[in-house]
């Protein structure tokens, strides 16, 4: 296979797997001089691997900041002129429509609710709810984290929150991150009721493989419809080129054509892209 990939996920936190938490709760606090420092350590390795990327902004400060965000911003584009941004969005502050047309200016096309770093539970979906409501009113994608699992995993059900959401955004698309990792079926039921659904494939194609949840994603892909995967890694904490060879050796055991291949890769990316409003390049 010799392709490009658009990678739907992509961290800027400077870390590897093995560190994941200390690495993530340094992306919480990233800065947009952090940003700018972890993008140019990465920047050629992201280059040589990727035709585009969807970028994870998890400061959740940042929206609600007198920064320069969209300066940095356009440097990305120079590169990756097709390039998205998607902001973890603290749906529990004041002034949040502000903060959602702060962060249009900026250039970032997305927003993302993650249920164990946001630590939302039960009596917080119905605000989360509001909070997703509001940024696709203003034209926002919404990605939802639905990893699944650790000893917080029945406090913080991210597919009731993704349910919820899913019930009340039709006009945007909705994308449900690691495919829903252990709760898959789920996962595919949702997007089997909505249309506006896609899930992406980060990081539970390499935790899973070999696995009979690989087969299941498998027939969930074909069954949701291959326009409506996109192929993701969770970059750094899984590696790009661990990640590439993974979805290079699902496609193949699977059966795939190169036109689904393809449309997994690239072209379903391409088309999200298509419905949400990237500045051209400056």
Not at 2 to 8: E, G, L, M, S
Request: charged share 25%; glycine share 6%.
């Amino acid at each position: 296979m010799h392709i490009k990939p658009f990678d739907f996920n992509i961290h800027l936190s400077g870390g590897q797997e093995s560190d994941r938490e200390f690495w993530l709760a340094k992306e919480t606090s990233n800065d947009v001089h952090g940003l700018r420092q972890c993008y140019q350590t990465v920047r050629g390795q992201l280059r040589s691997a990727l035709s585009g990327a969807n970028f994870m902004l998890f400061n959740q400060d940042l929206p609600f900041l007198d920064v320069d965000l969209g300066s940095w911003i356009t440097e990305v584009r120079l590169d990756f002129p097709t390039s998205i941004f998607t902001q973890l969005l603290d749906f529990r502050r004041p002034f949040l429509e502000q903060a959602l047309l702060r962060l249009k200016t900026f250039g970032v096309q997305g927003v993302k609710f993650h249920s164990y770093v946001q630590k939302i539970g039960n009596s917080d979906i119905r605000r989360a709810v509001e909070a997703a409501e509001i940024a696709a009113a203003h034209g926002f994608y919404i990605c939802i984290d639905a990893s699944y699992g650790t000893t917080w995993m029945y406090d913080f059900d991210n597919m009731l929150l993704a349910a919820n959401i899913v019930r009340a955004v039709k006009d945007v698309p909705v994308v449900i991150l690691h495919s829903g990792g252990a709760r898959r079926w789920d996962a595919m039921l949702l997007a089997l009721d909505a249309p506006n659904v896609y899930l992406e494939t980060s990081f539970t194609l390499n935790y899973f493989e070999g696995s009979s949840v690989e087969s299941d994603l498998a027939f969930i892909y074909r069954k949701i419809g291959l326009d409506r995967i996109l192929y993701a890694s969770d970059f750094p904490y899984v590696s790009l080129d661990d990640s590439f060879r993974c979805i290079e050796r699902f496609l193949e055991r699977h059966g795939f054509g190169a036109f689904e291949s393809d449309a997994v890769l690239v072209t379903t990316a391409k088309k999200l892209i298509g419905k949400v409003d990237v500045p051209s390049r400056r």
